[in-house]
């Protein structure tokens, strides 16, 4: 056996059979995968299929029909499934590869069984796959083979065709289908004008609008076929809701017929609802940074409910109770002494709800059936309203207090008095003793009210306020007038002739000139029909006066006065 020499210094056979067996193994691994050893060869993607069907080992990996890797391994998913999970080798001219990448295993000849992967790389926007991720089985699928196409149409399959053909055309020729779509064409103009608007709306108010939606909708759809059997159950219960419509079609007819008058109605509230979201889109703007500091505002208020709690503890409620122990024994004496404060509390407030407020809103009734204009509480604010400016001498509207003198054919007088004059007893000023002599147009006819009525009411003070009877403010009827005489000037008798004509004209023009100044009083307080309709009445026997009873009344004057016939 020879030994190898290197440098005058010979190898051991020993390591000469190690090299020639380390480089045996290297050209036989060469030979079977053709690829060198410790050396990168891609980037690696796997994806889940539910089939592999044909697919091979080294199959090409295409996007967009350029080849950017090959299978590297097949295999099963699970023992029984026919599911399988398929490993690939991306180059660099396949990169990147995103999250939202789809596979798809297509032939790549007709009636050929040899297939490849048609990869779509994903958006730009999605994040890229890492190397060794795994594509899900929503984002692959599978090629439709021929036989696939040919089993399908099977007999019954061919049967329910047939039938759903011929009905096709029994609904356009025998149930005026085609008529139907005729009217449709004619009468979509305007749906087709409606119709581009709504594309229009679709495509969104912001960038990415569309984009965004169709990506959520690849979410939904790929959520509706993982779940097969609740898909197939929406499949059925959707049969059978349109069936229930195919029922009922001239209800639907009708309820589609007054769809346009329903619209219509409906448009003004759908244009306050879409100018409302501009505002709620800025109440969400706005309410955004207190939602996101809400976490910080609950770790920061956590401390104080750790307080909290600590304060209502079972020792700190006892020191509370011993503190508050002094107190509560006067709380409950101070209790017991406020009852008699209450109760006359009570009836001073029920003295006023049953006797003084009802006697303030009560009104003074006179024996005509008259009443005064305001109620008691008014009629006293008038009153020390008018009092009030005593000691002023007038404003605008004239003096404050004033004195009128009056004259007429009567006389009254308290004693004696000359011969034909009134006389009316009892006409001295109580205290003085002093005679009171007077003139007047008419004779008087009493007092209203009468003393009797004045009489206050029966105070009984034993019995508490809310229990007195409230004040009957009726006038009653008017008091018996005095003792009167009557004679007119000159030894005349007041009851005829020109002294009886002029105190009776007299009489008639006071009772006019008094209604006058009931309605001016009437239209100041704010009752203007009353008011007005009195103003009317005594207006117009005003000059009816003027008109037939002032030629008379000068007529008798010149005869009292000798001034005429």
């Known amino acids: 056996m020879t030994r190898a020499t290197t440098g005058g210094r010979s190898m051991p056979n020993w390591a000469i059979g190690v090299i020639a067996i380390g480089l045996v193994i290297f050209g036989l691994y060469l030979a079977f995968t053709k690829r060198l050893p410790f050396v990168s060869q891609g980037y690696e993607v796997k994806a889940v299929f539910k089939s592999a069907q044909n697919l091979r080992v080294k199959s090409p990996v295409r996007i967009a029909g350029v080849n950017v890797g090959e299978v590297k391994e097949v295999k099963a998913l699970s023992e029984g499934s026919p599911a399988a999970l398929v490993t690939m080798l991306i180059t660099d001219a396949g990169r990147p590869i995103h999250t939202d990448a789809r596979m798809q295993l297509r032939p790549r000849l007709f009636l050929e069984g040899?297939?490849?992967?048609?990869?779509?790389?994903?958006?730009?926007?999605?994040?890229?796959?890492?190397?060794?991720?795994?594509?899900?089985?929503?984002?692959?699928?599978?090629?439709?083979?021929?036989?696939?196409?040919?089993?399908?149409?099977?007999?019954d399959v061919r049967g329910n065709l047939q039938l759903l053909l011929r009905e096709l055309g029994d609904a356009f020729q025998k149930y005026g289908g085609a008529e139907g779509f005729r009217e449709i064409y004619l009468s979509g103009g305007?749906?087709?004008?409606?119709?581009?608007?709504?594309?229009?709306?679709?495509?969104?108010?912001?960038?990415?609008?569309?984009?965004?939606?169709?990506?959520?909708?690849?979410?939904?759809?790929?959520?509706?076929?993982?779940?097969?059997?609740q898909l197939k159950d929406l499949v059925t219960n959707l049969r059978i809701v349109t069936g229930s419509f195919a029922a009922e079609d001239q209800a639907l007819g009708d309820a589609i017929h007054e769809l346009p008058a329903v619209l219509r109605v409906a448009q003004p509230t759908f244009a306050n609802l879409n100018a409302s979201f501009p505002f709620v889109r800025a109440f969400a703007r706005e309410a955004l940074p207190g939602t996101?500091?809400?976490?910080?505002?609950?770790?920061?208020?956590?401390?104080?409910?750790?307080?909290?709690?600590?304060?209502?503890?079972?020792?700190?409620?006892?020191?509370?109770?011993?503190?508050?122990?002094?107190?509560?024994?006067?709380?409950?004496?101070?209790?017991?002494?406020?009852?008699?404060?209450?109760?006359?509390?009570?009836?001073?407030?029920?003295?006023?709800?049953?006797?003084?407020?009802?006697?303030?809103?009560?009104?003074?009734?006179s024996s005509d059936g008259e009443s005064a204009i305001g109620k008691v509480h008014e009629e006293a604010g008038y009153g020390l309203t008018g009092i009030a400016g005593e000691s002023r001498s007038g404003d605008a509207n004239g003096q404050y207090i004033r004195v009128g003198a009056g004259g007429g054919v009567n006389t009254l007088s308290g004693l004696l008095a000359p011969p034909n004059t009134i006389i009316q007893p009892a006409?001295?000023?109580?205290?003085?003793?002093?005679?009171?002599?007077?003139?007047?147009?008419?004779?008087?006819?009493?007092?209203e009210p009468s003393l009797q009525s004045s009489a206050k009411p029966n105070f009984q003070p034993a019995v508490p306020c809310e229990n007195q009877e409230p004040p009957d403010l009726r006038s009653g009827g008017p008091g018996a007038p005095p003792l009167q005489f009557r004679?007119?000037?000159?030894?005349?008798?007041?009851?005829?002739?020109?002294?009886?004509?002029?105190?009776?004209?007299?009489?008639?023009?006071?009772?006019?000139?008094t209604d006058l100044l009931a309605a001016q009083q009437y239209q100041a307080l704010g009752n203007d029909s009353r008011g007005n309709a009195?103003?009317?009445?005594?207006?117009?026997?005003?000059?009816?006066?003027?008109?037939?009873?002032?030629?008379?009344?000068?007529?008798?004057?010149?005869?009292?006065?000798?001034?005429?016939?």
């Not at 969104?204 to 569309?210: F, I």
């Not at 600590?310 to 006067?330: A, H, I, N």
Request: proline residues 6%.
């Open 487 to 513: 004679s007119g000037g000159g030894g005349g008798s007041a009851s005829g002739g020109p002294a009886g004509d002029v105190a009776g004209l007299s009489r008639k023009y006071a009772d006019i000139y």
């Open 427 to 447: 006409g001295t000023v109580p205290g003085v003793g002093e005679t009171l002599v007077g003139t007047t147009n008419f004779a008087i006819l009493g007092a």
């Open 534 to 565: 009195l103003m009317s009445e005594a207006s117009q026997r005003l000059r009816e006066y003027v008109r037939e009873d002032m030629p008379l009344y000068q007529k008798a004057i010149k005869a009292l006065t000798g001034g005429g016939k």
């Open 190 to 229: 305007p749906a087709y004008k409606n119709t581009a608007l709504v594309n229009e709306a679709f495509l969104g108010t912001e960038a990415h609008d569309l984009s965004r939606l169709v990506r959520n909708f690849d979410i939904v759809a790929r959520a509706l076929d993982k779940n097969k059997e």
């Open 114 to 155: 040899n297939l490849f992967v048609d990869t779509r790389p994903g958006s730009p926007s999605a994040p890229e796959l890492k190397d060794g991720a795994t594509i899900p089985i929503q984002q692959t699928s599978n090629s439709v083979q021929l036989d696939q196409v040919l089993t399908t149409l099977q007999a």
């Open 292 to 365: 996101r500091t809400a976490p910080a505002a609950i770790d920061a208020a956590t401390p104080f409910i750790a307080q909290l709690r600590q304060l209502v503890s079972r020792k700190e409620l006892r020191g509370l109770t011993k503190d508050l122990r002094p107190t509560v024994p006067q709380l409950a004496k101070l209790t017991r002494r406020q009852r008699p404060f209450m109760e006359q509390a009570r009836a001073l407030a029920s003295c006023f709800n049953q006797v003084v407020i009802p006697w303030s809103n009560d009104t003074v009734v």
